[in-house]
């Protein structure tokens, strides 16, 4: 979902980290679309060296991804490729959360791993030969590469870091329709969706082999000294295709596999991050032991995001492995696999449940717009908000004002005031009888307010992101004052910064959380069965 402001958002990070080029650059491709070189440099105005020099810095940091489309009115040989560049709006908000990403690394494993991981993060995209080179150079003594390619193995095994996507992968031409007027209709009618899938097309076709994604082949000078792959004790599943071995893949190139580029894996950083904030608002709007049930079915396997079942007593070992969940019986989980909604069903003695974290995600929605409402309108707003949002239907003012005790002269004035806000959908209803009268109706039309609460997310988080630019640039001019302008000593004014900036950045920490929720949550690379 991209709105005007979190286009804002995204090129004022960009402009922050990259410059006004880059930032130029990359704005023209998010707001126009998949563009190709030529489109770039007469929609910029700038010149190819500059264009090119942008395009390679946004593509070594995962914020543009180049692919080919075949053009079917191609040489008289076969279709051409046509070469464009396409912005990955994720990725560049995925910035914010970069300090995220490094405390669950840091939970995990030693600074050592949390030192590569970050150069990861900085650079964007490095070779195994590079990272070495940067431990190296770093003061820290002891830093071999030995123990760098161990920590890229537990990162990998983890599938915390990944293989780069192919760099300009392929996708083949549309197919033109010859079927009847009816069909060429429906054609027009599905453009927009076409629009809305193009990204996720090109990221699928640019992704390695699964058998190759988070595996890598280690070597000290030419030769192969080790060989990793996340996938090496479960490459056999049960009634399952043998997955292709890494090494036999690599082996006839192993010179290509000294240049293979790796980069974090953001994706798996947001599923963790999806699916603690599942079990915080779990723990919230529930109890305790729900929230323990949740965590331990998403602990058993990572396959459960389409309703994907599990045993009870797979569940309850699960359970047992937590300190938390020694205490519960297996009457409190089957109660607390209640409490969660999970659908279940049994086959023979064996009952399976199955969670749909979709809807979590949706009532944590519900919930966060709820806090908003209460915060900015008041109690008597959120009892008439919360009553229509339950109700899904338009109602009368005199009815919702009887049913949530709202004083009749106060209930029009909150309600026109959430509808002018666009909380609220108002509809007027003209009644004919013996005295002409008009009725006001309201409801919640919940796919156009969360589209709503997201654009104003994203326009907070930019004026907190602007504001957090702005103090540290003052900081700086404070610095660098004549000492007989200066009225603060320079540790004052140190620590004044500090805490100015502590506290914005905690804020837009916060109120990225809201973000992940209305925007991230929902992806489709979030929604695969697949996880495993």
């Known amino acids: 979902m991209l709105t005007q402001s979190g286009i804002k958002l995204a090129v004022h990070l960009m402009t922050n980290q990259f410059g006004n080029v880059v930032a130029k650059v990359f704005e023209n491709i998010l707001r126009r679309g998949p563009l190709t070189f030529q489109l770039i440099v007469r929609f910029t105005e700038l010149t190819p060296q500059q264009v090119k020099r942008s395009l390679l810095v946004l593509i070594q940091h995962n914020c543009v991804q ?14 051409k490729a046509n070469t464009q560049y396409m912005a990955l709006f994720s990725n560049v908000l995925h910035r914010l959360r970069f300090s995220k990403f490094l405390k669950i690394v840091s939970g995990e494993f030693d600074a050592e791993c949390k030192e590569l991981f970050e150069g990861l993060l900085q650079h964007g995209r490095l070779t195994l ?17 030995d123990i760098v390619q161990e920590n ?22 549309p197919v033109k329709d010859e079927t009847t007027a009816k069909k060429r209709g429906a054609k027009s009618a599905k453009r927009n969706e076409e629009s809305e899938t193009i990204e996720q097309r090109v990221l699928e076709a640019a992704a390695p082999m699964e058998a190759q994604r988070f595996s890598i082949i280690m070597y000290t ?25 890494p090494l036999e893949l690599d082996r006839e190139s192993a010179a290509e596999e000294e240049e293979v580029l790796l980069r974090a894996n953001f994706e798996e950083f947001m599923r963790r991050l999806r699916h603690k904030a599942c079990i915080e ?8 032991g729900a929230s323990i049930v949740l965590r331990a079915m998403l602990e058993a396997t990572r396959s459960l995001e389409k309703k994907v079942p599990l045993s009870l007593n797979t569940i309850f070992e699960e359970v047992m492995k937590s300190e938390e ?21 049994a086959r023979g003695t064996d009952e399976s449940y199955s969670i749909d974290l979709k809807k979590i995600v949706e009532l944590a929605k519900n919930d966060e717009v709820e806090s908003i409402v209460l915060k900015r309108y008041g109690r008597d707003a959120y009892k008439m908000f919360r009553l229509l949002s339950k109700t899904g239907c338009l109602v009368e003012t005199n009815k919702i004002s009887d049913t949530t005790f709202v004083e009749k002269k106060d209930a029009p004035m909150i309600l026109y005031k959430m509808w002018n806000d666009e909380y609220l959908q108002m509809e007027k209803l003209t009644v004919t009888g013996a005295r002409q009268s008009k009725l006001l109706l309201w409801k919640v039309n919940k796919p156009c307010l969360q589209e709503h609460v997201l654009d104003e997310l994203f326009h907070a988080a930019l004026n907190l992101s602007q504001r957090v630019a702005y103090e540290r ?15 603060m000593s320079l540790e004052e004014r140190r620590n004044r910064q500090r805490s100015v900036t502590f506290v914005l950045e905690s804020s837009l920490r916060e109120l990225d959380e809201a973000l992940m929720l209305f925007h991230d949550f929902e992806e489709p690379s979030l929604l695969k069965l697949d996880d495993l």
Do not use: W
Request: net charge positive; aromatic share 2%; glycine share 8%.
């Open 325 to 345: 969940g020694r205490g519960m019986t297996l009457d409190r989980v089957r109660a607390s696999l209640v409490q969660l909604g999970c659908s279940s069903s």
């Open 129 to 145: 030969k590079q990272m070495v080179e940067r431990e190296k150079s770093s003061k820290r003594e002891g830093i071999c590469e």
């Open 281 to 288: 608002n779990v723990r919230t709007r529930l109890d305790d």
């Open 473 to 487: 640039e003052k900081g700086k001019e404070l610095i660098n004052l004549p000492a007989d302008k200066q009225v």
């Open 152 to 173: 890229l193995l537990k990162l990998l095994a983890a599938r915390y870091v990944e293989r780069c996507p192919t760099h300009e992968p392929v996708l083949a031409a």
């Open 66 to 79: 180049a692919f080919s489309l075949e053009q079917q009115d191609g040489l008289e040989d076969g279709p």
């Open 221 to 245: 000078g030419s030769n192969v000294s080790r060989e990793t792959s996340t996938n090496a004790s479960s490459s056999m599943s049960v009634g399952g295709k043998r997955k292709p071995d």
